[in-house]
Each structure stands twice: as structure tokens, then as C-alpha cells.
């Protein structure tokens, strides 16, 4: 049998095949459009003056969080703050065994909120006596700043 045989070549034709519908299959993966944004949840504000740093967090890992947009409307007695995520990080196809445990146990009831963006905001004069509160108009936590964000935190939690 001489290395150019006809069972060589079927070899080579199918393994040329297979190499195709691999690239092919990848190619359509990265093309997948990007996720698109989201408003995000806020549950606590440090603020110092004029400066606002909003807790805003989503499902996806912190460092799959990007900021899009983040807006302060201000009144007389309150501010009303909105931020916009989007996750930046690729998805990749989940397997069926996945989708499965998804309809199963939503994500949603496992785990914690995912990741927290630290988003901040120049106010057009100082918080003061004002309100802070989200889209929804719920008020929201707020924190001065004293110090460290551990000690903040720390102090707005007691």
C-alpha cells in the first residue's frame, strides 16, 4: 500500500472536513453579539460633599462589570441615581447538563448578587439633608466617608 493510497486520502479528506467545521463552529461562537446593558441594583452610597460613590452590583463577576452610564437627578430634597452595567466578558455556550440545573435551580437562588461596581458621581452641590434614592424611588443607604472604605463600610453597617 503506498502512503498515497485511497485510504490515506479519505483520511486527510476527513480530517480536512473535521478542521473546517471546527473553525466554522468557533467563528460563529465569537460572533455572538454582545450582552446587552443592563440597569443595575444599588443598595448602599458612600457619600463626602459633593461626591457619591454608588454600590451598583449585577449577576456576573466584578471584574466582568463595566460601568455604561451612571446619571444624578437632583431636587430640592432628594436624588434620585441610576447606573447602567454591562457585562464585558465573553459568554460561552452552556451544555445541556447547564440548562438543565438553570430550570432546575435558577441562579437567581444560588449564591450571592455577583459583583459590585464601585460607580462615582459629582453632584451639583453637596448631599446634605437630601434623600437618596433609586430608579424605582426606594431610598437608599448612605454612608460618609471616614477614612478607609473598610471603616466606612464598617460604620454604615453598625
Given at each position: 500500500m503506498t502512503p498515497l493510497g485511497p485510504s490515506f486520502l479519505w483520511r486527510m479528506c476527513c480530517l480536512l472536513v473535521l478542521a473546517v467545521a471546527i473553525?466554522?463552529?468557533?467563528?460563529?461562537?465569537?460572533?455572538?453579539?454582545?450582552?446587552?446593558?443592563?440597569?443595575?441594583?444599588?443598595?448602599?452610597?458612600?457619600?463626602?460633599?459633593?461626591?457619591?460613590?454608588?454600590?451598583?452590583?449585577?449577576?456576573?463577576?466584578?471584574?466582568?462589570?463595566?460601568?455604561?452610564?451612571?446619571?444624578?437627578?437632583?431636587?430640592?430634597?432628594?436624588?434620585?441615581?441610576?447606573?447602567?452595567?454591562?457585562?464585558?466578558?465573553?459568554?460561552?455556550?452552556?451544555?445541556?447538563?447547564?440548562?438543565w440545573r438553570d430550570e432546575l435551580w435558577p441562579r437567581s437562588y444560588i449564591g450571592g448578587r455577583g459583583g459590585v461596581v464601585f460607580v462615582p458621581v459629582t453632584l451639583d452641590r453637596p448631599l446634605g439633608g437630601r434623600k437618596v434614592l433609586d430608579e424605582a424611588g426606594h431610598e437608599i443607604r448612605v454612608c460618609p466617608i471616614t477614612g478607609s472604605r473598610l471603616k466606612t463600610m464598617r460604620q454604615c453597617l453598625t
Open positions: 473553525s466554522m463552529a468557533t467563528s460563529i461562537r465569537a460572533s455572538r453579539p454582545p450582552e446587552p446593558p443592563f440597569n443595575a441594583s444599588i443598595d448602599t452610597v458612600e457619600v463626602e460633599g459633593r461626591a457619591l460613590i454608588l454600590h451598583a452590583f449585577g449577576m456576573s463577576p466584578t471584574e466582568c462589570l463595566k460601568a455604561d452610564e451612571a446619571v444624578a437627578a437632583e431636587s430640592e430634597t432628594s436624588v434620585r441615581v441610576r447606573v447602567v452595567l454591562r457585562d464585558v466578558c465573553p459568554r460561552r455556550e452552556r451544555t445541556l447538563l447547564e440548562k
